[in-house]
C-alpha cells in the first residue's frame, strides 16, 4: 500500500493545501519548507485532518538539504511512495531589464529544485515504484510576456517530466506535472523583480483566480488517480493550451500585445 508523501515547499499556499488534501486520506507526509513557522504549522494541520508525519527544514537549491532529507524519509518512514516538487518563488521583469541574477536565483529555486528533488530522490522512489508530481505553470506552456526567467524555469520543469515520464516507465516509477495559471496564495511574498511595480500587476492576476489552491489540491488529486500526465487546473488554461496547440500564432499575437499594453504609455 502506498501512502507516504514528500512535500517542498509545504508551509504555505499549495504546498500545503496538497498535504491536507491527501493527509485527508490518512497519508504520512514529510513536509520541508526554508519557513519553519509555516511548515510546523502544515504539521499540525494535517494531523487535524487524520494524516500525520514530521517536518525537516529543506532549501531546495541545497541538494546536500534534500539528500539528507530523504535519509530522514527512509529512517522515519521506511522509505516514500510520492514526492511533490512544489517549492517555488514568483519574479518578473521585461528581459532587457531582469538582470543575470535575478536568472540565476529562479533557475535555482523554480528549475534546479526539482531537478535536485528528483535527484535526490529517486534510488527512493525505485524501490516503491513511487510516483514523481512536479509543479510547473502555465508560464511553462503559454509564456506570458515579463516573466521569461519564469517562463523558461517551469517550461524546463515540464521538459524535465516529460524526460523521466519516458526514461522512468521501465522502473514503474510514475510521473505527473501540473501547470496552474494564477491563483491566490502567498506566492507574492516571495517576488523579486527590477520593477516594484510589476509586484502589483502580479498581485491582481493572483487574486482574480476563479478557483483556490485546495480545489487545485483536489484536482490534482483525481488527475494523479486517473493516471493523467499533464495536469491543468483551470478551465481556461486548459481552452488556451488547446487553442495554442491549433494555432500558436494567435497566442504569439495576444501575447505580444499585452506585451505592448503593459509597456503602455507608449510613443510610436
Ligand atoms: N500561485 C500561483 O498563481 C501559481 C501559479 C502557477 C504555479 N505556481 C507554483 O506553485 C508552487 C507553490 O507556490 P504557491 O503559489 O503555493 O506559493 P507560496 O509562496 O504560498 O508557497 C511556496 C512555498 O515555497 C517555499 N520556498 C520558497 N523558496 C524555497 C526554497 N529555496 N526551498 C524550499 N522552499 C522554498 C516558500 O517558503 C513557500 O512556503 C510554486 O512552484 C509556484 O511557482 C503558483
Given at each position: 500500500m502506498?501512502?507516504?508523501m514528500m ?8 504546498g ?7 493527509a485527508?486520506?490518512g497519508?504520512q507526509?514529510?513536509l520541508?519548507d526554508?519557513n519553519d ?12 485532518a487524520?494524516g500525520?508525519?514530521?517536518?525537516q527544514?529543506c532549501d531546495?537549491r541545497d541538494?546536500?538539504?534534500l539528500?539528507?532529507?530523504a535519509?530522514a524519509?527512509e529512517?522515519k ?8 516538487n512544489n517549492?517555488?518563488?514568483a519574479s518578473?521583469g521585461f528581459?532587457n531589464?531582469?538582470s543575470?541574477?535575478d536568472w540565476?536565483?529562479?533557475i535555482?529555486?523554480?528549475?534546479m529544485?526539482?531537478v535536485?528533488g528528483c535527484k535526490?530522490?529517486?534510488p ?5 515504484k513511487?510516483t ?5 505553470s502555465?508560464a511553462?506552456?503559454?509564456?506570458g510576456?515579463?516573466?521569461s ?5 517551469k ?5 524535465l517530466s516529460e ?6 516507465k521501465?522502473q514503474?516509477i510514475d ?10 496564495t502567498n506566492?507574492?511574498?516571495s ?10 500587476q ?9 478557483i ?5 489540491a483536489?484536482?490534482?488529486y ?6 493523467q500526465?499533464?495536469?491543468?487546473p483551470?478551465?481556461?488554461?486548459r481552452?488556451?493550451?488547446?487553442v495554442?496547440?491549433?494555432?500558436p ?5 495576444e501575447m ?11 510613443t510610436k
Amino acid at each position: 500500500m502506498q501512502n507516504r508523501m514528500m512535500i517542498t515547499g509545504a508551509g504555505s499556499g499549495l504546498g500545503r493545501e496538497i498535504a491536507l488534501r491527501w493527509a485527508r486520506e490518512g497519508w504520512q507526509l514529510a513536509l520541508s519548507d526554508v519557513n519553519d513557522v509555516g511548515v510546523a504549522e502544515t504539521l499540525k494541520m494535517v494531523r487535524e485532518a487524520g494524516g500525520d508525519g514530521f517536518t525537516q527544514r529543506c532549501d531546495v537549491r541545497d541538494f546536500s538539504q534534500l539528500t539528507a532529507f530523504a535519509q530522514a524519509c527512509e529512517e522515519k518512514l521506511g522509505g516514500i511512495d510520492v514526492i511533490v516538487n512544489n517549492a517555488g518563488v514568483a519574479s518578473g521583469g521585461f528581459f532587457n531589464e531582469l538582470s543575470l541574477e535575478d536568472w540565476d536565483w529562479q533557475i535555482a529555486i523554480n528549475l534546479m529544485g526539482v531537478v535536485k528533488g528528483c535527484k535526490a530522490f529517486l534510488p527512493l522512489l525505485v524501490e516503491s515504484k513511487g510516483t514523481i508530481i512536479n509543479i510547473a505553470s502555465m508560464a511553462a506552456l503559454m509564456q506570458g510576456p515579463a516573466m521569461s526567467n519564469y517562463n523558461v524555469a517551469k517550461a524546463g520543469v515540464v521538459a524535465l517530466s516529460e524526460s523521466l515520464l519516458a526514461e522512468l516507465k521501465m522502473q514503474e516509477i510514475d510521473v505527473h506535472v501540473v501547470c496552474p495559471s494564477f491563483f491566490q496564495t502567498n506566492l507574492l511574498d516571495s517576488f523579486r523583480g527590477p520593477k516594484p511595480e510589476m509586484k502589483a500587476q502580479v498581485g491582481k492576476l493572483l487574486e482574480g483566480s476563479p478557483i483556490s489552491a485546495a480545489d487545485i489540491a483536489d484536482y490534482i488529486y483525481q488527475e494523479v488517480a486517473k493516471g493523467q500526465f499533464m495536469i491543468l487546473p483551470h478551465e481556461q488554461g486548459r481552452m488556451a493550451w488547446a487553442v495554442k496547440q491549433k494555432n500558436p500564432q494567435l497566442i504569439y499575437d495576444e501575447m505580444a500585445a499585452m506585451a505592448d499594453k503593459m509597456r503602455m504609455p507608449r510613443t510610436k
